[in-house]
């Protein structure tokens, strides 16, 4: 299978997060309330599962708009290279969206061949598995010894009261960009701003640097240009320019970050 580019990578077919606990919950009950919540039809059911230490494990399994979620209470705290808040339990989380393939789902700007063959369409199923993981952590951060959403390619904890709130742009048709895409933006002297969580939908990442408007600007500019590629067929290529505004096109270009020497798609603003 190849790209929709030679530069963009494949959205990948499994999303992960992790509920961060000051106690142990009841899990059961925490999912029952997703699917109240967000109007989800699931039947979940316990499976038995030996990790690669040969402990048992045990993993609440459902599934709703083809997104299978497989959920594992961890009666200790998650290690990390970094710090995480203080808690002692936690449950991790999977949700893996394979193909639709032999269904009659079909995606806006998706032709049958696409369908079977095109990576657009895994673009599509990751936006699928990012919407049933935003509205399960917003049932999970309702629980009353929530401490946060750790999100490993964001590089950040989501406390539970940004969860629960921006969760709710799903009901008004909007994503929920910040639970979505770390936006991270500094001003030394001129602006930088750097995007963590697109490849999970299929694009490089987006970098602002040396730029010369402010840091709301440049935040604004990331979170909004992410949204759109996000929730469109399009992507961003080298060469290309961008218009926020017809008398202000912005340079599209790749290059490498210095923060973490990944490939990105710098825009000049």
Not at 17 to 41: H, Y
Not at 94 to 99: C, E, K, L, Q
Not at 141 to 154: N, S
Request: proline share 7%.
């Amino acid at each position: 299978m190849q790209s929709l580019s030679s530069i963009h990578p494949d959205a990948p077919r499994m999303l992960t997060a992790s509920a961060l606990m000051s106690a142990p919950i009841d899990l059961e009950a925490a999912v029952q309330r997703f699917a109240l919540l967000w109007s989800e039809k699931i039947e979940p059911s316990w499976e038995s599962a030996t990790g690669s230490d040969g402990v048992e494990q045990r993993i609440l399994h459902c599934e709703t708009r083809g997104v299978h979620i497989l959920l594992t209470p961890v009666n200790m705290p998650l290690v990390v290279a970094g710090t995480l808040p203080e808690h002692c339990f936690y449950v991790a989380a999977t949700f893996y969206a394979p193909p639709t393939v032999g269904t009659q789902t079909r995606y806006e700007g998706e032709s049958a061949h696409d369908t079977e063959l095109g990576p657009l369409h895994f673009r599509h199923r990751m936006v699928d598995a990012h919407v049933v993981m935003t509205e399960l952590m917003d049932a999970m951060m309702r629980e009353p010894a929530a401490v946060g959403v750790y999100r490993e390619e964001l590089g950040v904890v989501l406390p539970p009261t940004m969860v629960t709130n921006f969760a709710n742009l799903l009901t008004q048709g909007q994503p929920p960009i910040p639970l979505w895409v770390n936006c991270r933006v500094q001003r030394p002297d001129l602006s930088f701003g750097r995007t963590f969580g697109l490849p999970c939908f299929g694009h490089l990442d987006l970098q602002v640097r040396e730029s010369t408007h402010g840091e709301d600007d440049v935040y604004d500019l990331l979170s909004n240009i992410a949204s759109y590629i996000i929730t469109s067929d399009t992507h961003l290529l080298p060469g290309q320019t961008f218009g926020m505004s017809a008398d202000q096109p912005i340079g599209i270009s790749q290059e490498i970050s210095h923060v973490d020497g990944a490939s990105v798609i710098r825009l000049d603003f």
